[in-house]
C-alpha cells in the first residue's frame, strides 16, 4: 500500500507543471518552532526556514496571537482605500532602524520582488534615469524585472525569452572565484566605458550577502568603495535585505555591520515571520519621489500581516534574537571548522552571524550531503552559482538541545563522506 507522501506526489505531478518543482519527496503536516512533521508522521529539523522565512520559527506564539487578534478586526481593506494605524506604526517602527541618513520612509507591499521592483520604481523616479546596476551572483526575484536584475540564468531567466532592458552587471568580490574588490570596482568602470554613461543610471543594486549567489559577504572596502562612486555620479545606492535581514547576520539588518549608509532598502521573508509582507524603506526625499498613487497593491501591507511583522519585532528585541544569532553562527562555524580538517571536499566557510554557508569542491559533494543528512532528519539548502554550497537557515529561536543534534547529524554526515572519498582514493 501506498503512503500518503507518495500518493500526494502523484496527485502533484498530474495537477501542476513540471515548472512548480519542491526538494521533498515527503509533504508537511504541521510544524512548530525549529521541527517539521510530515503526513506520515516523520520529523525533520528545520535548517530551510522556508528560504529564510523563519526567523522566529515556524508557528511562534506571539505571532500566531497577533494574527488570531487581528483576525477578529478585519482581514482586509486596501490600505490605499480606508488605511489602518497599525501599518503605519509600522512604517515607524522600521524607519527607527534603516540604515540610511537623515529621515526615512516606508512602504509595505507583498513580496520580496515586488519590494525590488517597486525600489527600482522610486529610483527613476527620483534619479528621472533608467540605467540599473546589479551584480553576478544576485537575486533579486522571479518577476521580468527582478529576473533581469539577477546574476544567475540556470534556472531563473532559462527559458523566458527577452529580458527588460537597462540592466548591467557587475562582479561581486568573490574569494573563491578570485574577484577582489580591485576587480569588481574595475567592472563597474567597464560599465560606465563600454555600456551606459553614469549619468544615465539610476542605481547600484547589490546584497550585503549574497543569498542565492552562496552567501558572499561584501568586503566593508567594496561598499565604501560603491558608496563613493555612488555619490560622484548621483547614482542611488539600494541594499536588497530580503534574505539577510531580522536578525540573521546578528543586527536587524546586514548593512548595521558596515558604516556605510544606503539610500534605499529591500525587505521581506523573515519581516511578517511566515505571512506575505515586504518593504522599500530609504531616505524621505527619495521615497517620496512618485506621486500619489504611484506606490501600493491591493494585498500590500496586509493588515494580518502587518500584525505578524509587529509580533516578529517584539519577539527579536525580547527574545535577543541578535545575540543570539552570533552564538549559534559560531558553534556552527565552528563545527564546520572542525569538519574541514578532514573533509578535503570542503574549500570555504562564510559567515556573518547565522548567515552560514560551507562550500564544497563539487556539486556533486554539495548533493551528496544535503541528501545524506535528509536520511537522518535534518533539512538543508543549497546555493551558489554552481549549487555547490550549503546554506543554513535555521530558526533563531530554536532550542539549544535540537541544535546540537543537527550539528551532530551534520558532522556525522560530513564525517562519513570524507571517509568514503579517503576510501576510494585509497582504492584508486
Same mark, same amino acid.
Given at each position: 500500500?501506498?503512503?500518503?507522501?507518495?500518493?500526494?506526489?502523484?496527485?502533484?505531478?498530474?495537477?501542476?507543471?513540471?515548472?512548480?518543482?519542491?526538494? #521533498?519527496?515527503?509533504?508537511?503536516?504541521?510544524?512548530?518552532?525549529?521541527?517539521?512533521?510530515?503526513?506520515?508522521?516523520?520529523?525533520?529539523?528545520?535548517?530551510?526556514?522556508?528560504?529564510?522565512?523563519?526567523?522566529?520559527?515556524?508557528?511562534?506564539?506571539?505571532?500566531?496571537?497577533?494574527?488570531?487578534?487581528?483576525?477578529?478586526?478585519?482581514?482586509?481593506?486596501?490600505?490605499?482605500?480606508?488605511?489602518?494605524?497599525?501599518?503605519?506604526?509600522?512604517?515607524?517602527?522600521?524607519?527607527?532602524?534603516?540604515?540610511?541618513?537623515?529621515?526615512?520612509?516606508?512602504?509595505?507591499?507583498?513580496?520580496?520582488?515586488?519590494?525590488?521592483?517597486?525600489?527600482?520604481?522610486?529610483?527613476?523616479?527620483?534619479?528621472?534615469?533608467?540605467?540599473?546596476?546589479?551584480?553576478?551572483?544576485?537575486?533579486?526575484?522571479?518577476?521580468?524585472?527582478?529576473?533581469?536584475?539577477?546574476?544567475? &540564468?540556470?534556472?531563473?531567466?532559462?527559458?523566458?525569452?527577452?529580458?527588460?532592458?537597462?540592466?548591467?552587471?557587475?562582479?561581486?568580490?568573490?574569494?573563491?572565484?578570485?574577484?577582489? &574588490?580591485?576587480?569588481?570596482?574595475?567592472?563597474?568602470?567597464?560599465?560606465?566605458?563600454?555600456?551606459?554613461?553614469?549619468?544615465?543610471?539610476?542605481?547600484?543594486?547589490?546584497?550585503?550577502?549574497?543569498?542565492?549567489?552562496?552567501?558572499?559577504?561584501?568586503?566593508?572596502?567594496?561598499?565604501?568603495?560603491?558608496?563613493?562612486?555612488?555619490?560622484?555620479?548621483?547614482?542611488?545606492?539600494?541594499?536588497?535585505?530580503?534574505?539577510?535581514?531580522?536578525?540573521?547576520?546578528?543586527?536587524?539588518?546586514?548593512?548595521?555591520?558596515?558604516?556605510?549608509?544606503?539610500?534605499?532598502?529591500?525587505?521581506?521573508?523573515?519581516?511578517?515571520?511566515?505571512?506575505?509582507?515586504?518593504?522599500?524603506?530609504?531616505?524621505?526625499?527619495?521615497?517620496?519621489?512618485?506621486?500619489?498613487?504611484?506606490?501600493?497593491?491591493?494585498?500590500?501591507?496586509?493588515?494580518?500581516?502587518?500584525?505578524?511583522?509587529?509580533? &516578529?519585532?517584539?519577539?527579536?528585541?525580547?527574545?535577543?534574537? #541578535?545575540?543570539?544569532?552570533?552564538?549559534?553562527?559560531?558553534?556552527?562555524?565552528?563545527?564546520?571548522?572542525?569538519?574541514?580538517?578532514? #573533509?578535503?571536499?570542503?574549500?570555504?566557510?562564510?559567515?556573518?552571524?547565522?548567515?552560514?554557508?560551507?562550500?564544497?569542491?563539487?556539486?556533486?559533494?554539495?548533493?551528496?550531503?544535503?541528501?545524506?543528512?535528509?536520511?537522518?532528519?535534518?533539512?538543508?539548502?543549497? #546555493?551558489?552559482?554552481?549549487?555547490?554550497?550549503?546554506?543554513?537557515?535555521?530558526?533563531?529561536?530554536?532550542?539549544?538541545?535540537?541544535?546540537?543534534?543537527?550539528?551532530?547529524?551534520?558532522?556525522?554526515?560530513?564525517?562519513?563522506?570524507?571517509?568514503?572519498?579517503?576510501?576510494?582514493?585509497?582504492?584508486?
Amino acid at each position: 500500500m501506498e503512503g500518503k507522501n507518495s500518493l500526494l506526489q502523484q496527485r502533484k505531478d498530474d495537477a501542476l507543471p513540471r515548472g512548480v518543482s519542491h526538494l #521533498c519527496d515527503w509533504y508537511v503536516e504541521r510544524a512548530e518552532n525549529a521541527t517539521l512533521w510530515d503526513t506520515e508522521g516523520r520529523t525533520w529539523i528545520d535548517f530551510a526556514g522556508g528560504i529564510a522565512v523563519l526567523n522566529t520559527g515556524h508557528r511562534h506564539p506571539r505571532v500566531q496571537q497577533a494574527i488570531a487578534h487581528q483576525l477578529e478586526r478585519f482581514t482586509h481593506t486596501a490600505f490605499q482605500i480606508t488605511p489602518y494605524e497599525s501599518y503605519v506604526a509600522l512604517a515607524e517602527r522600521i524607519n527607527q532602524h534603516v540604515p540610511v541618513n537623515g529621515k526615512a520612509k516606508t512602504a509595505f507591499f507583498t513580496t520580496g520582488a515586488e519590494a525590488v521592483e517597486n525600489a527600482v520604481k522610486i529610483a527613476r523616479a527620483y534619479t528621472k534615469r533608467h540605467g540599473l546596476i546589479t551584480f553576478g551572483g544576485g537575486f533579486h526575484g522571479r518577476t521580468f524585472m527582478t529576473m533581469a536584475m539577477t546574476g544567475k &540564468v540556470a534556472p531563473y531567466k532559462r527559458d523566458f525569452g527577452p529580458m527588460p532592458a537597462s540592466v548591467w552587471h557587475a562582479r561581486y568580490p568573490n574569494s573563491p572565484e578570485g574577484i577582489t &574588490v580591485d576587480a569588481a570596482i574595475a567592472s563597474l568602470q567597464d560599465i560606465f566605458s563600454q555600456s551606459i554613461a553614469p549619468q544615465d543610471v539610476a542605481a547600484i543594486v547589490l546584497e550585503p550577502v549574497q543569498g542565492e549567489g552562496g552567501f558572499h559577504i561584501a568586503p566593508p572596502e567594496f561598499l565604501v568603495r560603491l558608496r563613493a562612486l555612488a555619490d560622484r555620479y548621483g547614482i542611488l545606492l539600494i541594499a536588497d535585505e530580503v534574505q539577510s535581514g531580522f536578525a540573521r547576520t546578528g543586527k536587524l539588518f546586514a548593512m548595521a555591520h558596515y558604516s556605510v549608509k544606503v539610500d534605499l532598502m529591500t525587505m521581506a521573508k523573515s519581516l511578517a515571520g511566515g505571512m506575505p509582507l515586504s518593504a522599500v524603506a530609504g531616505r524621505a526625499e527619495v521615497m517620496d519621489a512618485p506621486g500619489p498613487g504611484g506606490l501600493g497593491g491591493t494585498y500590500a501591507g496586509n493588515p494580518l500581516a502587518i500584525a505578524a511583522a509587529h509580533a &516578529v519585532l517584539d519577539v527579536i528585541e525580547e527574545e535577543q534574537l #541578535c545575540k543570539r544569532a552570533l552564538q549559534l553562527g559560531a558553534q556552527l562555524t565552528t563545527h564546520l571548522e572542525q569538519a574541514r580538517v578532514k #573533509c578535503k571536499a570542503i574549500t570555504d566557510i562564510r559567515a556573518l552571524g547565522s548567515m552560514v554557508a560551507v562550500e564544497f569542491d563539487q556539486t556533486s559533494t554539495a548533493q551528496a550531503v544535503q541528501s545524506a543528512a535528509m536520511e537522518q532528519g535534518l533539512l538543508l539548502l543549497t #546555493c551558489g552559482l554552481h549549487g555547490n554550497v550549503i546554506r543554513f537557515l535555521y530558526p533563531l529561536t530554536i532550542p539549544e538541545m535540537q541544535f546540537h543534534q543537527a550539528l551532530s547529524i551534520l558532522s556525522n554526515v560530513l564525517n562519513i563522506h570524507a571517509s568514503q572519498t579517503e576510501t576510494a582514493s585509497a582504492s584508486a
